[in-house]
């Protein structure tokens, strides 16, 4: 209950829970050691667990339980006890022409869940998240990326730490902002490239903006002057993958 709960317990443990029979087979595809496998048996069976890992611990639980530990009612009746991984920048493995999305001190599991799944579709080569607000291991953003917490590399730091990097990877930095901003279709995506999204009340701090190769804007019609931060980034990833040929 406490993993579930609690992200003190989680970064004690270094564990997390992980529901589903997709997610935890993502998980197992992502290189995370799942260690112990609960699972209910009227829903899973322990031989189709079998199929997934010879190595991991299962343990047959009760209905009661099971509803207890579960955040969803439809995880077909398995939760996984996983180890988390070394989120350093240090562990990212880049292609020599890397495209990465950054976002800036997201606070909400859907919004970085979502932000995750965009990552998965164009097959990116690394979100980084500067400053986060909250644990990545939250069973929110675990249930909210529906598996693609797994499929993505993940990194965090400082903003400090992420500029630095980019520069010694001498990757250009594109900022979603809309100040001093040029129109987000007029820059080139296909030299090395990060796209740096902030928080739709605040928007992106100075440092970024300050770090800049350049300032983008997406061109808004409406009375509003902001997107989702997932749905910007979403425009954003897809014109450079356009641009790329995809």
Same mark, same amino acid.
């Given at each position: ?34 260690? #112990? ?5 009227? =829903? ?17 639980? #009760? ?15 398995? =939760? ?55 644990d990545l291991y939250n069973p929110n953003v675990v249930r909210s990326s529906i598996g693609c917490l797994f499929t993505n590399q993940i990194a #965090?730091?400082?903003?400090?730490? @992420? ?21 987000? #279709?007029?820059?080139?995506?296909? @030299? ?44 954003? @990833? ?9």
């Open positions: 209950m406490l993993l579930k709960e609690k992200a003190k317990a989680r970064q004690q443990t270094g564990t997390f829970l992980i529901e589903g029979q997709k997610e935890i087979s993502l998980a197992f595809k992502g290189g995370y050691e799942i260690e #112990t496998i609960l699972f209910y048996p009227e =829903i899973c069976s322990e031989n189709e667990l079998r199929k997934w890992s010879s190595s991991a611990e299962l343990i047959q639980i #009760t209905k009661e339980i099971f509803e207890k530990l579960a955040y969803r009612d439809t995880t077909e009746g398995v =939760i996984g006890i996983a180890k988390s991984k070394d989120l350093n920048l240090s562990k990212l493995k880049l292609s020599p022409n890397p495209l990465i999305l950054i976002a800036e001190a997201p606070e909400k599991p859907g919004n970085i869940g979502a932000l995750l799944r965009t990552a998965d579709a164009a097959k990116l080569d690394a979100v980084i998240i500067a400053n986060p607000k909250g #965090t730091g400082t903003t400090s730490e @992420i500029i630095s990097f980019l520069k010694e990877h001498k990757i250009a930095i594109y900022c979603a902002t809309l100040q001093n901003a040029n129109s987000y #279709t007029a820059e080139d995506y296909t @030299i090395p490239t990060a796209l740096v999204v902030g928080t739709e009340a605040t928007g992106l701090s100075q440092e970024w903006r300050d770090a800049a190769t350049k300032n983008v804007i997406i061109p808004m019609q409406g009375e509003i002057d902001s997107m989702n931060v997932s749905v910007s980034a979403a425009i954003l @990833i897809f014109e450079a993958k356009r641009q790329r040929g995809f």
